[in-house]
């Protein structure tokens, strides 16, 4: 083989080791993020603690650089091994050791020292094939490195996520990892027979085990789900946006089984007690005018059923981030007999969008504005509950029109519920609080905000309700004392995403 042949040949095995280490980075951080939220979190614990081991990992390789032929593809099928079961590993960790947080830092660890003993390896197999300056070799090296790492961090949310999810996409990475790192040894360099019998065995064990993971993860994650809820999965689908579970219980006693829906592990309803929950986000908002409703979230299409309950409801927009959402909502029978297909209904216009960048383009003006986005546990939603996007919500209010927030438990989380408030407040809305009774989550409070003046709380449904009544409703204003709002918490914003951390430290206690 030539000199610039075997060159060539080495570099793009760079390239491809650099691709495989980010998704392995990516996968764990998003792993995280899917299980326990606070992604800003669980990128920084996970990128910080792979750069430092990195630096141990290039310190470790000083004495397998006498060897670094066998050396570079033992790393490459421990990493393989190691990343390509890492998203398994923590699925594991999280569901039956309570082992999380040790997992994903342990997890982190081996992965990053195994990443960072690359480059020394590299480094010595290409001054091998041809003597250079250091400082050229480098600058190849480090390009080759650097391109397969943008590569890496494109297909992962863009090809091995929408096509294989991150377990089997994390798997597969870590099946190329493994082939990359034997090609070096079998096909670059010149080696013994018993030696390159002894590397091409390792490596189809390697690749045993991963294909055999590989094939199996689809049974290994229902077994944890089910493990995780106490009612059996009846759909399962993770998706680009979040991870969708929905369950089923059989009933205890004759009467109709408990669906629910979570999303990434939180509970956005329970069939049982959900009209508990949407009559109080929906009705009071519609008090008034509502010839145009605009919907931002609720994708289950609950709140727009009592919004459709108006027969002078002319349209009802509803936006929802995650299309996989809006197809359970409108294809599975469990969801279209709590919602009476109202997904279908030809005064609704759905439109799949991210609500911020939606809200920010919109030219139009509503009666009624209805947010039931999910809790502000993670970066993703925080943004979802800052003034920015309240101030774009009150962008597209009508005059008169009045806009409503699920905010979250006054008792649970009493700081988060004003910290809510104080938000819909500084986008220059006035507001009432009220809360009611949810079994399914305990007490749960709303914000009902107008433009010009603190809105009363009325009701004018067209036909009686399940839960609400005028009655309950001005109950519902009125807060026990050790849980009354204070008005004391600052608003929350892009910048100062206070909300996830009160959010955070609130819930951890229960």
Request: hydrophobic residues 50%.
């Amino acid at each position: 083989m030539s000199t610039r042949v075997a060159r060539a040949g080495l570099l793009f095995a760079t390239f491809v080791c650099a691709a495989c280490g980010l998704v392995y980075e990516l996968a764990l951080v998003a792993q995280g993020s899917y299980l326990l939220g606070d992604s800003i979190t669980q990128a920084s614990v996970v990128l910080a603690t792979m750069v430092f081991a990195m630096g141990i990992g290039s310190l470790t390789a000083k004495p397998l650089q006498r060897r670094p032929l066998v050396s570079f593809v033992v790393v490459e099928a421990l990493l393989a091994v190691t990343g390509g079961l890492s998203v398994l590993g923590l699925h594991a960790a999280f569901t039956w050791l309570d082992l999380y947080w040790p997992a994903l830092i342990g997890i982190a660890l081996v992965v990053g020292a195994l990443i960072g003993a690359e480059i020394p390896l590299l480094m010595t197999l290409l001054q091998r094939i041809r003597r250079q300056d250091a400082g050229s070799a480098t600058a190849d090296l480090f390009a080759a490195d650097y391109i397969g790492a943008l590569v890496g961090g494109l297909a992962f949310p863009f090809l091995l996520l929408p096509l294989l999810g991150q377990t089997r996409g994390a798997l597969l990475v870590g099946m190329v990892n493994a082939v990359a790192g034997a090609a070096v040894a079998l096909f670059l360099f010149r080696t013994n027979a018993t030696r390159k019998t002894a590397l091409a065995g390792g490596t189809a064990a390697v690749l045993a085990l991963l294909v055999f993971a590989f094939a199996q993860s689809d049974a290994f994650l229902r077994y944890a789900r089910d493990e995780l809820y106490d009612d059996p999965v009846v759909y399962a689908e993770t998706t680009q946006y979040q991870d969708i579970v929905l369950t089923e219980s059989s009933p205890v006693v004759p009467g109709p089984s408990d669906v629910r829906l979570f999303l990434n592990g939180d509970l956005q309803f329970s069939s049982v007690d959900e009209y508990r929950y949407h009559e109080s986000l929906v009705h009071p908002a519609l008090a008034g005018k509502r010839d145009r409703v605009l919907i931002l979230g609720g994708g289950d299409g609950l709140a727009l059923r009592e919004v459709l309950k108006y027969p002078d409801v002319r349209e009802a927009v509803e936006v929802e981030l995650d299309p996989a959402v809006l197809n359970l909502a409108r294809d599975n029978p469990d969801l279209t007999a709590l919602n009476d297909h109202s997904l279908a209904d030809p005064r609704v216009r759905v439109v799949t969008a991210d609500a911020f960048t939606w809200l920010r383009d919109a030219g139009e003006r509503f009666d009624a504005v209805i947010i039931d986005m999910p809790d502000p546990d993670s970066t993703a939603t925080a943004k979802l509950y800052s003034v920015e996007f309240y101030s774009l919500a009150r962008r597209v209010m009508a005059p008169g029109a009045r806009l409503v927030v699920q905010a979250g438990s006054p008792y649970f989380a009493p700081r988060t519920f004003d910290c809510i408030d104080a938000t819909v407040r500084a986008a220059g809305l006035k507001t009432t609080p009220y809360h009611v009774n949810v079994p399914s989550f305990g007490d749960w409070g709303f914000i009902l905000a107008e433009q010009s003046q603190k809105p009363a709380l009325t009701l004018d449904p067209p036909v009686p309700l399940r839960f609400l009544d005028e009655a309950n409703l001005a109950a519902a204003a009125v807060f026990p004392v050790d849980r009354r709002p204070t008005g004391a918490e600052s608003p929350s914003t892009l910048d100062n995403p206070k909300i996830v951390r009160l959010t955070t430290a609130e819930w951890q206690q229960y």
